[in-house]
């Protein structure tokens, strides 16, 4: 683990966690779980709309990954020109939307996991 390995401090704590933690695009992308409103994509932002419908990221100033990516890199390289402030902001609301997205798609799974039992 590649943060194990850099942080040694924090590696056990670290490598409790890897059983914990999953690939929510697994289900999408062994077929395993598929909507027709996700039109055979895999991506969260296909996923994200079929599955919860009233999460998007629409009303947000960043929208997308390789954005995020990319002023993120910005901000810590210390070239980014704008607002610092509201770019911390803006992504955290990103990330936050993120998080929240993953943890509503798992519940969608979890309750249709249920009904098939």
Same mark, same amino acid.
């Given at each position: 683990?590649? +943060? @194990? *390995?850099? $942080? /040694? %401090?924090?590696?056990?704590?670290?490598?409790?966690?890897?059983?914990r933690?999953?690939? +929510? @695009? *697994?289900? $999408? /992308? %062994?077929g395993?779980?598929?909507?027709?409103a996700?039109?055979?994509?895999?991506?969260?932002?296909?996923?994200l709309?079929?599955?919860?419908?009233?999460?998007?990221?629409a009303?947000?100033?960043?929208?997308?990954?390789?954005?995020?990516?990319?002023l993120?890199?910005?901000?810590?390289?210390?070239n980014?020109?704008?607002?610092?402030?509201?770019?911390?902001?803006?992504?955290?609301?990103?990330?936050?939307?993120?998080?929240?997205a993953?943890?509503?798609i798992?519940?969608?799974?979890?309750?249709?996991?249920?009904?098939?039992?």
């Amino acid at each position: 683990m590649p +943060l @194990a *390995r850099d $942080f /040694l %401090a924090y590696a056990p704590a670290l490598e409790l966690l890897l059983p914990r933690i999953k690939d +929510l @695009a *697994r289900p $999408f /992308l %062994a077929g395993w779980y598929s909507v027709p409103a996700m039109r055979g994509r895999t991506s969260i932002k296909v996923v994200l709309p079929a599955l919860v419908p009233d999460l998007g990221y629409a009303d947000l100033a960043v929208q997308e990954g390789g954005t995020a990516s990319l002023l993120f890199t910005q901000l810590v390289a210390g070239n980014y020109t704008g607002d610092v402030g509201q770019l911390r902001k803006d992504l955290l609301a990103y990330c936050n939307l993120d998080t929240l997205a993953m943890v509503e798609i798992l519940g969608v799974l979890e309750r249709e996991a249920v009904m098939e039992c």
